[in-house]
């Protein structure tokens, strides 16, 4: 059975300073591994997906992770965080691109000035 | 991208009263379409699997006769919470995709409120 962890359920950090969310998965097969954002009251958007390709994934509004398949890790970074990043992001995974996700419980990062 | 309409975004029906959510897929033909729930402040919980042309597969946990799913067309999905009540109140958002290979995309929510 597949499972994301993410730790830490809430993460604060200062307006410039990086951004690091934590996720691992737990997968019996080469997992596809997401990324959202999710701001109040709306739906999902996609910041990045791994696919088996390139393991280091450039994604939008300047985030990026890294496939670690040794430390089963697809942690989240951004090198300067933007007041407009604070939102609700999910780690997801899936053993196949188009099957349901399972998501992770959620981090809440806070972003002060 | 592909774009996934759900309607209504938000809805306050009074309990006892049955309430329909659409979920569109504007640009594409969805084979496949799922239906999660998500709690204030927690995660998305797969709901249900609803392929076109057939019946809709439950999680388990999920009362099938409560959440009726009904996947008419390549292009529409449709979620009934059937006599609601105030615990069904939740946001409720859809995803479709076109194949098992395809990644799918998510609509932008319904927030269901029953009072």
């Known amino acids: 059975a597949q499972s994301v962890t993410q730790l830490g359920s809430h993460v604060s950090v200062s307006e410039g300073a990086l951004v690091l969310l934590r996720c691992n998965y737990s997968?019996?097969?080469?997992?596809?591994l997401f990324w959202y954002v999710q701001y109040p009251n709306q739906g999902l958007q996609l910041l990045l997906k791994?696919?088996?390709?390139?393991?280091l994934v450039k994604g939008i509004n300047g985030f990026e992770a890294e496939f670690k398949k040794s430390e089963t890790s697809f942690h989240l970074t951004k090198p300067s965080a933007h007041m407009s990043d604070a939102a609700e992001y999910f780690c997801?995974?899936?053993?196949?691109?188009?099957?349901?996700?399972?998501f992770g419980k959620g981090t809440t990062l806070s972003v002060s000035s | 991208g592909a774009v996934v309409s759900q309607h209504p975004s938000r809805v306050i029906c009074k309990s006892g009263t049955s309430v329909k959510i659409e979920c569109r897929s504007l640009?594409?033909?969805?084979?496949?379409m799922f239906w999660y729930r998500q709690f204030p402040k927690q995660s998305l919980m797969l709901m249900a699997t609803?392929?076109?042309?057939?019946?809709?597969?439950?999680e388990q946990g999920v009362e099938k006769d409560k959440f009726l799913i009904n996947h008419a067309s390549l292009t529409l999905s449709t979620l009934t919470v059937t006599s609601a009540h105030p615990e069904d109140s939740s946001f409720y958002i859809c995803?479709?995709?076109?194949?098992?290979?395809?990644?799918?995309?998510f609509g932008q929510g319904t927030r269901l409120t029953v009072v």
């Open positions: 995803s479709a995709t076109r194949d098992k290979n395809t990644e799918a995309f």
């Open positions: 997968s019996s097969v080469p997992p596809y």
């Open positions: 791994y696919t088996s390709a390139a393991t």
């Open positions: 997801a995974v899936t053993d196949q691109a188009g099957t349901a996700l399972i």
């Open positions: 640009d594409f033909q969805a084979t496949t």
């Open positions: 609803s392929n076109e042309g057939s019946k809709a597969t439950y």
